[in-house]
């Protein structure tokens, strides 16, 4: 029995395995963005699909500090004309887009940015510019005070939900201006590219271990040596 034709069998399985892995990511950005009719800097919030092949399907924010609202939304731009942006609101109706607050164009006032999209694929992004609103009508909050760096208020959560099921959520933790003018946060969760690659079911999780060709390779020497022991010692004579 050829022993190294059975380790390169041994690795030729592992790479295929591991060339199936893959993650579901994301990345949010927030700039501010200057505008003539408001004393502060509204923010700009930015989707980013960072997924091996998934697309983003929903996207959910809070406002974090409640004495602040969403209200009118200035302009969304799309890294892809394909991309189709719908304002809309969580499966149960508590969380909904201002322009679902009241009906009509005219938007109203909430807690939460709620989206869905279509063609949201990987690479792509959609950017939001919002009004971000006192609820006592005074001035406008920073929303590097409002949505996170909140000290005792609580920061915006959020929730991205991909083509294959899976959603991550969470809170933005308090964040820093990055050498390039804005803030960021960054997820990810790796899934196995075949059930990546299902729409609508559930990634499977790689297993927190798995088999790689390096321990085999160091093993070879001595299986090669034990091979020969068995023929010396079985030899008919």
Not at 92 to 117: E, M
């Amino acid at each position: 029995m050829n022993l190294r034709l059975i380790v390169a069998a041994i690795l030729s399985m592992t790479v295929a395995t591991a060339a199936q892995a893959g993650s579901v990511a994301f990345r949010l950005e927030f700039r501010s963005v200057p505008t003539a009719q408001f004393e502060v800097p509204q923010p700009q919030i930015k989707l980013i699909d960072t997924s091996t092949q998934n697309a983003i399907t929903y996207f959910e924010i809070g406002v974090g500090n409640t004495a602040a609202n969403y209200h009118t939304i200035y302009q969304t731009i799309r890294s892809s004309t394909a991309i189709v942006v719908t304002p809309s609101q969580s499966t149960d109706g508590t969380k909904k887009h201002p322009l679902r607050v009241t009906s009509g164009s005219t938007p109203g006032h909430s807690n939460f940015l709620v989206y869905q999209y279509s063609n949201f694929l990987p690479s792509r992004s959609v950017a939001v510019t919002v009004d971000l609103d006192a609820d006592n009508l005074g001035p406008d909050p920073l929303f590097d005070r409002t949505l996170f760096n909140n000290g005792t208020a609580p920061n915006a959560s959020y929730g991205v939900k991909f083509s294959n099921g899976i959603f991550l959520s969470g809170s933005l933790p308090d964040l820093t201006k990055n050498t390039s003018g804005f803030y960021s946060l960054s997820r990810s969760q790796t899934v196995s590219l075949t059930a990546a690659a299902s729409q609508g079911s559930t990634a499977i999780p790689l297993p927190n271990a798995v088999w790689t060709g390096a321990p085999m390779l160091a093993m070879l020497p001595a299986l090669q040596f034990l091979r020969r022991r068995w023929a010396t010692a079985y030899r008919v004579k």
